[in-house]
């Protein structure tokens, strides 16, 4: 994927006629505000004492973002995330990526194993491979160096869109504990594995679908059948972790034949849809709950975007298509003990996926580039949010539901600006998602100003 630092500060200006901010729901959020004084990851966290009440008793803080490439963002989350490590013993962690390749970054950060600038680039996403990103797995680093291992905290990705690092993964574990029985799967399981591509349509992939499907309950009978066996020549823990990698397979393969049958129109839109969503937002929320077992962890710190971490569903806009969203599975299983916290900004730039202009060719070309925003979208909640006059602050929800001043409009929809991977500066009212803030999310941060997050390879070559 190609990085465009240069000459792509392309700004969208939203300002136009809207309907009035009602400033009785902009006092009663205010009252319930709780005012943060810098993202600065290193700020000393007097500021964030009243989060103390907020957080003391969630088993897992969600922290969301509004987009994914924000660099305010990610250093505020990684501030909150020392808050809570430091403060409040949380050690375990959980990123928006592919469970197996992460294990490299839990190597480094637990260990001093390895090169985390590799590990990064290894997980396969441009939205992590950043230099907030990077100090953050740094800070874990020095934080666990002279602590006991057993009170070191663990880094795991809680994603499973690839089927690439569990293959080498599952590999490794057999050919040390049984290489006899490997040379017997071998081949299926090469067949399984996707090498960190996308889908395609195409005969090959499909042939990589029966693949998986026959080796994956081979592989997982044979382990629990010689659980004893594997045990003895590994670890409990390395069992445990081979299970783990098939189940990996099986839910990468899963949500990546939704996307091809999607691809291939073999069922309508809307249904291929909505089933990509339900696979993946399932299988990142059954993630999350192996990885708090697999640590027998009390406390878990999850990273991921608004859509997936709040607490209902994931949506599709313009479209009646929707599924539970892994925050909603959390919320089900969780109750109060799950926290989501949601991510919304005023003005200011981040990267994302957009069409590069004047492209030569038959089909578009697109690249990762600098976008702007001059002020908030009118009637959405991050317009209400920005009249509040912080630079940056927390509302608590939970308490505002309790205020006769804002309960009404939080459970009302509210428009929020929201964008993934993909967007087009053109056409910034398309990136409006609607929640009811009273079910999605517990608190909102609200950020004034941004910037755009900066890759790891440009900031190394300044």
Not at 16 to 25: E, G, H, L, Y
Not at 120 to 141: A, C, K, Q
Not at 305 to 328: C, F, I, M, P, Y
Not at 363 to 373: D, G
Request: proline fraction near 4%; charged fraction near 30%; hydrophobic fraction near 35%.
């Amino acid at each position: 994927m190609t990085n465009d630092a240069s000459s792509t500060d392309d700004s969208t200006d939203t300002r136009r006629k809207t309907n009035p901010i009602d400033r009785t729901v902009v006092d009663a959020l205010d009252d319930h505000a709780i005012p943060l004084d810098a993202v600065d990851p290193t700020a000393d966290f007097d500021d964030l004492a009243p989060l103390s009440d907020v957080l003391a008793d969630d088993r897992i803080v969600g922290l969301g973002e509004a987009t994914h490439g924000t660099r305010e963002f990610f250093r505020l989350k990684h501030r909150l995330l020392r808050y809570l490590v430091t403060e409040h013993d949380v050690r375990v962690f959980g990123l928006e990526a592919n469970f197996s390749e992460t294990l490299a970054l839990d190597d480094y950060v637990v260990y001093g194993e390895g090169d985390p600038r590799s590990a990064l680039d290894g997980i396969y996403f441009w939205t992590w491979n950043v230099d907030s990103i990077l100090e953050m797995v740094d800070w874990l680093r020095s934080f666990n160096a002279d602590r006991p291992v057993d009170d070191r905290v663990r880094f795991y990705g809680f994603d499973a869109q690839y089927s690439h690092g569990a293959v080498d993964e599952l590999v490794e574990f057999f050919e040390s504990a049984d290489a006899e029985y490997l040379s017997t799967v071998r081949d299926d399981l090469n067949a399984a594995d996707d090498e960190g591509t996308p889908p395609h349509q195409d005969e090959a992939r499909k042939a990589h679908f029966e693949a998986a499907e026959r080796v994956i309950p081979k592989l997982r009978d044979r382990l629990h059948e010689n659980r004893e066996f594997y045990v003895e020549r590994r670890s409990e823990s390395a069992w445990e972790l081979a299970l783990q990698h098939v189940r990996i397979v099986e839910q990468a393969c899963e949500h990546k034949r939704a996307v091809h049958d999607r691809q291939e129109g073999t069922v309508d839109e809307d249904t291929a849809t909505e089933r990509c969503l339900r696979i993946r937002d399932r299988a990142m929320a059954d993630n999350v709950d192996w990885i708090l077992a697999h640590e027998n962890a009390d406390r878990m710190v999850i990273w991921a975007h608004d859509a997936h971490l709040n607490r209902v569903e994931q949506t599709v806009r313009k479209t009646g298509v929707s599924a539970t969203s892994l925050g909603g599975h959390l919320a089900a299983r969780h109750g109060d003990d799950y926290y989501a916290l949601g991510f919304s900004f005023g003005r200011g730039s981040f990267q994302a996926i957009s069409e590069v202009p004047d492209a030569e060719g038959d089909e578009p070309a697109y690249s990762l580039r600098e976008r702007t925003v001059e002020s908030p979208l009118p009637d959405t909640i991050d317009a209400t949010l920005a009249d509040l006059g912080h630079p940056l602050a927390i509302v608590d929800i939970e308490s505002a539901m309790e205020d006769d001043r804002a309960a009404e409009w939080l459970a009302d929809p509210q428009r929020h600006f929201s964008v993934g991977a993909t967007y087009d500066p053109e056409n910034p009212e398309e990136y409006l998602t609607e929640y009811v803030y009273a079910e999605a999310f517990d608190g909102v941060c609200y950020v004034d100003e941004t910037t755009r997050a900066r890759p790891v390879e440009s900031v190394e070559s300044r």
